[in-house]
C-alpha cells in the first residue's frame, strides 16, 4: 500500500527563482539552498531545475550533497556551506567543489592539494557577524583574510556571513549587514581581490536592499514558501510540494464514541470517519491531533483523536459522496481549498522548514513539471 506520496511541483521551482530574481535585479546572482534534499523535496530534480532556469550557484550543507550533485551531473558551481574536515580535501578537489572556510589549517590544506596539482581551488570565507555559528568573528576577519589570501592556489571568490533575525530585527539584521561591509572596505584597502559576496537568505533578499551584495542565498523562498507573511503582497510565490494520500476506510459510528489512542476525541452525534493511511512516521506531526485539518473533495475536514503511527482519522460526516480510495491533501491544494506548510507549523508549534523537511523526509515523490 502506498501510504502517502509527495508531490513535486518543479515548474513552481522555477517560477520561485524567476520571481526572486525580477526583485533583486539582474546584477545579483543566485546561489539557491538545496541542503537537506532541497528542503525535502529531492535534491538532484531540483537542482536540475534551477540549473536550466539559471542558478548560478548551488549551496548545500555537506560535501555528500556535492558529490552527488556531480554525480547527477550537475555542472555549476556547488557551495559547501558547512565547510569541510581535513578527510574531505581530497573530494573538495576530485569534485571541484567550493567549500566555505573558517579555519586557517583547512584553509592551508586546500592551498597545498591546489599548488600539487598544479591548480586554484575555489573557496569563501565565513564571517560571523552575529549568528554566533559557523565563521570568523568579524572583528578578527582582516587578520585571517590577510593570512588566507596569503596562500597560493586559493582562489577567494569572497566573503560570506548568515543574518540571525532577518525576520524579526530590522536594527540587528542592518547591523550585520554593515559589519559585514565594513570588513568587506578594509579587505578593500588591503588588496585583497573579493568579487563575490552574500549575506541575504530569502527574507533579506526580498526586504533588505543593501545586503544583496554579489550573491544571494534563497532558500524557503525558492520552494514557495514567504519567509514573513506581509512579502505576498510583494512577491508571487507557488509552494512546490504538496503530500497526499487516499482514505484506507470509512465507517460511520454513533454519539459518545471514543476515538484513537486515549480517546482525546469522544464523538458527539452520528460520525462520519474516515482513516487515513499515514500518521506520525510519515511526518504528519502527533501536535495536529485534534488541531490538523486535510482537504476531501474539496472541502476541509478536521483531524479527530490522536494521530498514530501510520493511522490518522478525519471526521468527514458533512462531506458528501467520498468512498475507500478518495484522495485526500495533507499539504497543498485541492479546490478552492489549501492547507500551508505555515498552517502546519503554526498549529505543530514549528517552523515551515521543519514540515517540508520532515514530509520530504519520510515520504516518496512524484515530480511534475
Ligand atoms: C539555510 C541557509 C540559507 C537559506 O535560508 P532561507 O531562510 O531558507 O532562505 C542561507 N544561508 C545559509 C548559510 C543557510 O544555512
Known amino acids: 500500500m502506498q501510504a502517502g506520496w509527495l508531490e513535486i511541483n518543479l515548474k513552481a521551482i522555477g517560477n520561485n527563482l524567476k520571481e526572486i530574481k525580477k526583485i533583486i535585479g539582474k546584477n545579483v546572482k543566485t546561489m539557491p539552498v538545496v541542503k537537506a534534499n532541497a528542503y525535502g523535496h529531492g535534491l538532484v530534480p531540483v537542482a536540475r531545475k534551477l540549473e536550466e532556469v539559471g542558478a ?35 573530494p ?24 600539487k596539482n598544479n591548480t586554484n581551488i575555489a573557496v569563501f570565507i565565513k564571517i560571523d557577524t552575529g ?58 584597502k588591503a588588496g585583497i581581490n573579493l568579487p563575490y559576496n552574500h549575506i541575504a537568505n530569502s527574507m533579506a533578499s526580498l526586504q ?19 519567509p514573513i507573511p506581509l512579502l505576498k503582497k510583494k512577491i508571487n510565490l507557488q509552494p512546490a510540494m504538496s503530500f497526499k494520500t487516499r ?8 454519539p459518545k464514541i471514543g476515538v484513537s489512542y486515549g480517546h482525546t476525541f469522544v464523538t458527539t452525534q452520528k460520525t462520519k470517519v474516515a482513516v487515513l493511511p499515514v ?25 479527530i483523536g490522536t494521530i498514530c503511527m501510520h493511522l490518522t482519522m478525519v471526521d468527514v460526516t458533512h462531506i458528501d459522496g467520498i ?12 479546490g478552492r481549498e489549501q492547507i500551508t506548510a505555515e498552517e502546519i507549523a503554526q498549529k505543530a508549534n514549528t517552523i515551515s522548514y521543519d514540515v517540508l523537511c520532515r514530509f520530504g523526509r519520510s515520504n516518496p515523490r512524484r515530480f511534475k513539471g
Do not use: C, W
Open 56 to 90: 548560478d550557484f548551488l549551496a548545500v550543507s555537506y560535501i555528500e550533497e556535492g558529490i552527488k550533485l556531480r554525480k547527477a551531473g550537475i555542472k555549476m558551481p556547488i557551495v559547501i556551506l558547512l565547510g569541510v574536515s581535513e578527510a574531505e580535501i581530497d
Open 131 to 188: 549568528m554566533g555559528r559557523l565563521g570568523v568573528f568579524y572583528k578578527e576577519a582582516p587578520l585571517f583574510l590577510k593570512k588566507v589570501s596569503a596562500l597560493p592556489g586559493l582562489k577567494i571568490q569572497g566573503l560570506t556571513s548568515h543574518l540571525a533575525v532577518a525576520e524579526t530585527d530590522k536594527t540587528f539584521t542592518e547591523k550585520q549587514i554593515n559589519r559585514f561591509k565594513t570588513v568587506l572596505d578594509e579587505a578593500q
Open 279 to 303: 500518521g506520525y512516521d510519515q511526518g504528519l506531526f502527533r501536535q495536529l491531533s485534534n488541531k490538523g485539518e486535510v482537504i476531501i473533495k474539496g472541502k476541509k475536514a478536521p483531524i
Open 208 to 226: 533588505y536592499k543593501e545586503s544583496l551584495f554579489q550573491i544571494v542565498r534563497p532558500g524557503l523562498s525558492i520552494y514557495g514558501i514567504y
Open 323 to 334: 468512498e475507500i480510495g478518495e484522495e485526500v491533501v495533507i499539504l497543498g491544494k485541492q
Open 247 to 254: 482514505i484506507l476506510y470509512l465507517k460511520s459510528i454513533p
Open 92 to 115: 573538495v578537489f576530485t569534485y571541484g567543489l567550493t567549500p566555505i572556510i573558517y579555519e586557517y589549517k583547512i584553509a592551508s590544506m586546500l592551498s597545498e592539494i591546489a599548488q
